[in-house]
């Protein structure tokens, strides 16, 4: 027998299988999936690897004819993780779609494998009789021994007690529980137990009952789950239109069939709330895997999935891979996320990944957000996905009243404040009537740019539709087509001298606000007050119970978040996302606005909302104020369409590092003409594979490494697939030693 293994090296020129010998002891050992150890290469270094296949045939290299010759595996790893054929197929077909190396996209999709000690729990059972604890205890009392006699107290009353609450709370020694155990009064059982990193809060049926529009999204999947129809459905429900339940509904149903649920959110900030709704419908049968959770307690969620001891899992995109055996339903909230999209070699996407674990399993996909992603409404427009709607508020109120303030007239008018004349007047209102405000500052695009304070202008590719971005020595370059130009010192639309990248951060809007209002009890929600593992959960409870008046604080802030009490929410900066160098830049606008908008209002008062901007007469800020999706959506397409973005077309990034600038530049240079051969000028210009750059990253070098990209942009996105696979077979031809390349599909962020 023998074992196709993929060896732990992450390196272009051993991404294949290798063969070796089963030797006898091992045959009734190995399954796939396991990890083991191998002799590789001259020197038969022992290096542990995956075993993807066993066959009886003898398939690789010299020993195909001489099959003695072949080596034998070694043993199998101590702390080897024995993982389902299915993920081995899902990391094939990530290696294949998103181009990785195969052990790349191994590690990405199975456990890790941790070396880790099972977590020991002792107890304390009672062994002695009644009359027996009784005669200890009066003894323990003449002697005044009143730890054993606080121990031997509650031994009468409890037959099993905790081990760790007789040493704490008892304040009982380790020795004193020593002696009567000795005596056969007690005896000390250690067990093994899974970590649980879900505290054990109350259950209760908190369920609502559901619209006629939620029960008939629930009827209609349900409807065709049970037929044997396996689909994928988008639900674009307005913000408090109460997706959640809808989810909760179909996960119950699915869970009742006797399958698995995976619950994604594209934010750690989201368990918390999330937990809680999913922990009272579901009790300890649910569980979350996240980056805050230790190596054990990963490990552990991965055993109790594997062992069907949880039902739903909850986290960010990686909760994807959990091993459980027989998954029904996978729901992504939030959708239209860029977080979803790994930035890590395999470049995956969430979405499209979630729909092959689905394949694999036989599961549905439910996606669904208040803005979906452009590629989602599109293939649900085109009938690839089931469209719903939800279009109404449950708590019965509307939603929020949205004023725009113009920063150019507030600076003309005087005021040089981070906050508008309208925006500061609400938050008065709202700290004069004890109602709760958030302050959102977007982010996205910080000072990449150059935009004038006067009019708003921000210059622009005349190429590309996107933003120049700054660069030093005075240069403003396009990262897609290398178009460049100096900068200037004055705003070529009005002449201002007010031209220059934005400069701001929450800390200084959080100085800012006290300065004004001091009476204010502020909360900051951002990088820097995030970084301990329960830090979310606390400033989140503090604010839902009332301790602040006003949480500040980046988009980490305005995603799915739902506090009553907040009727008002201010949008500083709002169109600084507006000017990133990247075609998603309007949609990400329009998604962050609205998703801010959105927490306004959610309990029985109405919600307002302030949007600061310098380009009010934006598309994106102005559907975002009236909270219209289909036209904003309307807009947006036309510039996709006219420019062959995704999703009308696909985009594969081609991205070469380097240590030599010179080097990296001539090598994106080769790969791009390899690239070219693709295209074929028999097809109509507007159906043709267009070919954009090569040009400098985003941020053309990090840590000294130089950093060039090219684009392919074409409608079918198997062709992408081939130009890569040529792309790596130059690659392994060329054998670059200075040079790396990743490659990225329909890429979220440009490098």
Not at 128 to 146: C, N, P, V, W
Not at 409 to 433: A, H, P, W
Request: net charge neutral; hydrophobic share 35%; with cysteine.
């Amino acid at each position: 027998m023998y074992a196709d293994i993929i060896v732990d090296i992450s390196h272009e020129k051993v991404d294949r299988p290798f063969q070796y010998r089963i030797p006898d002891r091992l045959i009734d050992r190995l399954s796939v999936g396991m990890e083991v150890l191998v002799p590789f290469g001259r020197g038969n270094k022992l290096t542990s690897g995956y075993v993807i296949d066993i066959t009886e045939h003898c398939n690789y290299g010299p020993a195909k004819d001489d099959p003695a010759r072949m080596k034998e595996i070694f043993s199998v790893s101590q702390n080897g993780v024995t993982v389902e054929s299915r993920l081995i197929r899902l990391a094939e077909w990530m290696h294949t779609n998103y181009g990785s190396t195969m052990i790349q996209a191994l590690k990405t999709v199975l456990p890790a494998k941790q070396s880790v000690k099972k977590l020991a729990v002792r107890k304390v059972e009672r062994r002695g009789s009644r009359e027996e604890l009784i005669a200890a205890l009066g003894e323990a009392q003449r002697k005044k021994q009143t730890a054993k006699a606080r121990l031997l107290t509650e031994l009468l009353d409890n037959e099993t007690i905790p081990y760790e609450w007789i040493t704490g709370k008892l304040g009982v020694s380790a020795p004193a529980i020593k002696s009567l155990e000795r005596a056969e009064l007690l005896c000390v059982v250690t067990e093994s137990a899974y970590r649980n990193p879900v505290g054990n809060w109350e259950t209760g049926d908190a369920r609502k009952n559901l619209s006629p529009a939620q029960q008939g999204i629930v009827t209609e999947v349900l409807g065709d789950y049970d037929a044997g129809r396996r689909g994928t459905y988008l639900i674009h429900g307005i913000t408090g239109s109460g997706k959640t339940e809808v989810y909760m509904a179909l996960i119950e149903q699915v869970v009742a069939r006797g399958k698995q649920a995976i619950f994604l959110i594209p934010e750690i900030a989201l368990t918390y709330q999330t937990l809680v709704r999913f922990y009272q419908r579901f009790g300890d049968r649910v569980s979350l895997i996240n980056s805050t959770l230790s190596a054990g307690e990963k490990y552990d969620q991965c055993e109790r999935a594997k062992n069907r001891e949880i039902d739903v899992i909850i986290g960010p995109r990686s909760a994807l891979f959990t091993p459980f055996p027989d998954i029904g339903l996978i729901v992504i909230d939030e959708e239209h996320e860029s977080s979803y999209k790994s930035e890590n070699t395999p470049k995956y996407h969430a979405r499209e990944t979630a729909l092959e674990v689905a394949r694999l399993h036989g599961a549905s996909v439910v996606l669904g957000s208040a803005t979906p992603s452009l590629e989602s409404y599109y293939r649900a427009l085109h009938g690839e996905y089931k469209l719903f709607q939800l279009k109404e508020r449950l708590t019965g109120g509307t939603l929020p009243r949205v004023y725009v303030a113009d920063l150019r007239n507030e600076l003309k008018e005087g005021n040089r404040s981070i906050f508008s004349v309208k925006l500061q007047e609400l938050l008065r209102d709202r700290l004069e009537k004890g109602e709760q405000s958030m302050l959102f500052l977007n982010r996205r695009g910080y000072s990449g740019f150059l935009s004038c304070r006067s009019c708003g202008y921000v210059v622009k590719c005349p190429h590309c539709d996107v933003s120049l971005s700054e660069h030093a020595g005075g240069r403003l370059i396009c990262h897609y087509c290398g178009y460049e130009i100096p900068k200037m010192k004055q705003c070529p639309q009005c002449g201002s001298r007010y031209i220059s990248g934005f400069r701001a951060g929450t800390q200084q809007i959080e100085e800012k606000l006290k300065e004004l209002f001091p009476q204010a009890r502020v909360l900051r929600m951002d990088a820097d007050t995030t970084r301990r593992k329960d830090s979310y959960e606390k400033i989140l409870s503090a604010f839902s119970g009332g301790e602040a008046d006003v949480l500040v604080g980046t988009q980490m802030i305005v995603k799915g978040h739902d506090f009553p009490r907040v009727t008002l929410v201010g949008i500083l900066a709002a169109d600084l996302s507006l000017s990133v160098a990247d075609f998603r830049a309007g949609e990400r606008t329009f998604q962050l606005l609205t998703q801010a908008a959105g927490r306004a209002g959610r309990g029985e008062t109405p919600g307002e909302v302030v949007i600061q901007t310098y380009q009010p007469e934006h598309y994106a800020v102005v559907h975002s104020a009236s909270q219209d999706y289909e036209a904003f959506y309307r807009e947006e397409i036309l510039y996709r369409e006219m420019l062959s973005y995704p999703p009308v077309s696909h985009m594969l990034a081609v991205q070469v590092f380097s240590k030599d600038e010179e080097g990296g530049r001539n090598l994106a240079g080769r790969l791009a003409k390899e690239a070219e051969t693709f295209i074929d000028p028999a097809e109509r210009l507007e159906k043709r594979m267009l070919l954009m750059g090569p040009a400098p990253a985003s941020i053309g070098r990090i840590n000294d490494i130089f950093r060039f990209v090219f684009y392919l942009k074409y409608a079918n996105y198997g062709t992408l697939v081939k130009v890569k696979d040529a792309l790596e077979e130059r690659i392994r031809e060329w054998q670059p030693r200075e040079e790396s390349v990743q490659f990225d599909f329909d890429p979220i962020n440009t490098m």
